[in-house]
């Protein structure tokens, strides 16, 4: 290589060298003068917050209706129906069917008592039916009953109410948090003001033998049957035997008499066989299918009826029953 060639790639050399050394200054200035607000992520506004009704995603979330005592054990975490299986996996499904929209979970400590611990989820179902019906068909056998709300029963560790859209699960530790986990449940139902929807079903049902805390709202596919959904249904016990009556307001006397009709011809279509009916209920049909007895009636907007028993004379006492009520509260 000539001297010619190594003088020019020196120069060449300097060039690059000197580039670099600008840019190099170029960042150390601009880290001098960084600006937050000019360098903050713009997120879509469904990512800013929880829904106005369940507050905002900051680090006090929830903290405001803890019990004396306790603290943040957990950041908080949000999830809506396209990951809501990572925190719930088994149990997705039934949340999303009834109406889910968000939940928000967070984990808080007791004081110098790293063991003593409850996990508070706050599922927002849209509206307060939605939020009944995750409730009720989860409700525990040996749940006792609060009166800080309508909706509110506890277990030996844990707690579960609805308020307004929400659905609040409280699962603690240890059965010993009971008390804090009461007070928790006070303090959010007192101090979140919140719209409560009407869910007037529920006294439609006959209050004879009518098993307590037992009335459920089931969302879709209900006694297997796709086209059947928002459905009450009701233990009672009569006889020392155990009947579920059903309820499901429709928009319109039509639909009630079109989904009674294509009910029934569902259960025809998979082994059912038809049995002579009374008329003591107008428009009355039963079913007969696996050993059981399936009451099917409309009345006004109403579809109704007793579902799977398995001793007909006093399941058409119950439906009579049933179709009684429905007859007076609607004249």
Known sequence: MDAKSRKSETCVGIVILMTLAGIAFWVYLKQLLYDPAVFMPVLHPEERAFPEASGTLDASWFQSYLPEGFNPLSSVEAFGPENLSEKIDGKAELYLSAGFVKLVSRRFVKSGQSDSWFEVYVYD??????????????????????DF????????????????????EVVASSESLIEEMLALGRNFVAG??????EVNEIALFPKEALEEGSITLLSSDVFGYQELNNVFIAHYLLGGKRFTLFLSARKDPREADSLAASYRQFLLENGGKNQVAENRIPGLKIVEILDSYEFIFAHRHFLAGVHEADDIAMAEELAVMLYETLAEVTQ
């Open 192 to 197: 979140k003001r919140t719209e409560t929807g």
């Open 125 to 146: 179902m849209g509206n307060t039916r939605n939020a009944f019906s995750v409730y009720s068909s989860q409700r525990r056998a040996d749940g006792e009953d609060v």
């Open 149 to 168: 709300t309508r909706f509110a029963y506890h277990s030996r560790n844990a707690l579960f109410f609805v308020h307004g859209r929400e659905y609040v």
